[in-house]
């Protein structure tokens, strides 16, 4: 028998994209008089483009997108402003890290005149700059949710000296930050050092978090890295959490989960760079037809993707010696297709130009690219979806990118090196691969705190090696079914809370450079590591 799911039977809901599960949402919204007429207006907000930086891509060709149409609320501020203070810091670098920095947080009230102060002294706080309001209204998407009310506020900062440290505050009339009694709240950060600096540097990364005490572990222990970045493979904080694309899942979204996210992200997210790319959980239907309406006002988006795509999990940056490019897999995936296609090809066809350029700019040794479906993983939640393999991994393979991270599976596995879907090269637990001949290691990095899923054989890591060459898995195909398969490229599994650590070691033209990834679970344990060499350009 089909249940129906808000009200529609499930033979129908399966096949709705999300821009259809859209449309319907708001008509029965507005049917049930949901939607406020006094403040509920359809306002515009843009990515990047609004917060007024410059937002080039690497090289060039990035124009401002025009935004997702969201309903937004009009934050006036009748609350007196020193009963409030910000809370959820969190940063982003614009499209170069080292001249622009994005600054975004949150009041728990609409405030009036929210503004930041930035300088090189903590004690030497500058004039107020503006910022942007992005004040976001979510209705009682079911009988049991209530209507929740948000404001995200942002500024960019743009022209800033590379490798220079800034401290900032952020406040709005009645909080200074730069008042005695606020001046504990001011963070810092550092652009990114001059082209053809050569000093080492360590970035994180990690998938799937959610809010929880594992998730607050591991930024614990990801802050202790001193990461110059941190990259976040989406599933970012399960406001959704059921995550199958679907109008039902609907009816156990909480909006409020992104407050307690960015609360628990601020001692990481107001010092460190948190970038972060968009899951299957984070498609909700309720903000604009492809689901990143939230998304956009909630985060500060390079915008340095495919132009009118309206992806802003889409986007690449430069650090160092580092090339490191952001994809939306929900444009792929087969397992999860509510969004398959969205971009109408424009992703993928900029992946291979934005490659190719990244190959080619001076001083750029490696490629990482991060997203959230698996081109290779086992576990028997998720396991690989041949959506990226068809899509995807033909570029990276013609380009000879250096690593992969992905979350969806939440575990730690690390593949050999990989070409045509098969093993390429073995790199067992402290090898070295040289990338540009062995193949490309595939890292699913999806332990940074929601429930941990398995595998189908046993745990394989640092310590605790149990050699297994193959592996019963299988792959989704585009007619979303499971395709069996043995696969031997799965050299380490760790069912466990977990990131990775990446410390780049530039060098000399001629010389090696490398790439030192590890492992590391919630308890501080090494449970992979391996080595990327190349020949620095
Ligand atoms: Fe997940
Ligand atoms: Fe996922």
């Known amino acids: 028998m089909e249940t129906p799911r808000m009200g529609m039977p499930e033979r129908l809901v399966e096949r709705l994209s999300m ?80 001249t622009q920095m994005r600054v975004s947080w949150q009041v728990p009230v609409a405030v009036k005149h929210p503004y930041l102060r930035v300088g090189v002294e903590p004690w030497e706080l500058g004039h107020k700059i503006p910022a942007e309001v992005r004040a976001l209204h979510t209705p009682a998407l079911s009988d049991k949710g209530a209507a929740v009310d948000q404001v995200y506020l942002h500024a960019a900062l743009d022209g800033l000296q590379p490798g220079t440290t800034y401290y900032y505050g952020v406040g709005h009339d009645g909080f200074d930050p730069a008042s005695p009694r606020a001046f504990a709240t001011i963070g810092s950060f550092t652009t990114a050092p001059p082209r053809g600096t050569r000093a080492p540097f360590t970035f994180t990364a990690f998938g799937d978090q959610g809010v929880g005490y594992h998730a607050i572990a591991n930024d614990s222990l990801v802050l202790a890295q001193n990461p110059v970045f941190h990259l976040h493979a989406g599933d970012i904080c399960y406001a959704d959490p059921d995550g199958q694309g679907l109008p039902a899942d609907g009816k156990d979204y909480d909006a409020r989960t992104w407050d307690q996210f960015f609360a628990q992200t601020e001692s990481v997210a107001s010092r460190v760079p948190w970038m972060v790319t968009t899951g299957n959980h984070d498609m909700e239907a309720w903000y604009s037809p492809n689901g990143y309406g939230g998304n956009e006002a909630r985060f500060a988006f390079p915008g340095t993707g495919p132009d009118k795509a309206d992806a802003p999990g889409v986007y690449s940056f430069t650090y160092g010696n580092v090339g490191v490019v952001a994809l939306d897999a929900n444009d792929v995936s087969y397992e999860i297709p509510a969004n398959y296609g969205y971009t109408h090809g424009r992703q993928t066809a900029w992946l291979d130009e934005r ?39 033909p570029l990276f393979e013609k380009h000879k990118v250096d690593l992969v991270v992905n979350g969806h599976n939440h575990v730690y596995e690390r593949s050999d090196a990989i070409r045509d879907g098969a093993v390429s090269k073995q790199v067992p637990i402290g090898a070295t691969a040289h990338p540009d001949r062995d193949g490309i290691v595939y890292v699913t990095a999806g332990g940074a705190g929601r429930a941990l899923y398995s595998f189908p054989v046993a745990d394989s890591y640092e310590g605790h090696e149990k050699r297994i060459d193959d592996v019963r898995t299988y792959h989704w195909t585009k007619s979303k079914e499971k395709a069996p398969e043995t696969v031997h490229w799965s050299r380490v599994r760790y069912t466990g809370f977990s990131f990775i650590k990446v410390h780049a070691v530039p060098a000399a033209k001629g010389r090696t450079t490398t790439l030192a990834v590890s492992a590391v679970s919630d308890t501080g344990e090494r449970v992979d590591h391996f080595t990327l060499a190349r020949t620095a350009k």
């Open 19 to 98: 821009a259809e599960q859209h449309e319907y949402l708001r008509s029965r919204l507005s049917r049930r008089g949901l939607l406020r007429g006094g403040t509920a207006v359809a306002g515009s907000v843009a990515g990047a483009g609004l917060l007024g930086g410059s937002a080039n891509a690497v090289g060039a060709g990035a124009t401002a997108r025009t935004g997702p149409t969201l309903v937004t609320s009009p934050a006036t501020g009748h609350v007196d402003g020193a009963l409030v203070a910000p809370f959820g810091r969190h940063l982003a670098f614009g499209g170069d890290p080292r």
């Open 355 to 393: 490659l190719a350029r990244l190959r080619e700019l001076a001083g750029i040794d490696f490629i990482v690219v991060f997203f959230h479906h698996c081109a290779y993983s086992t576990t028997s939640a998720h396991a690989s979806d041949a959506g990226v393999r068809d899509k995807w991994v």
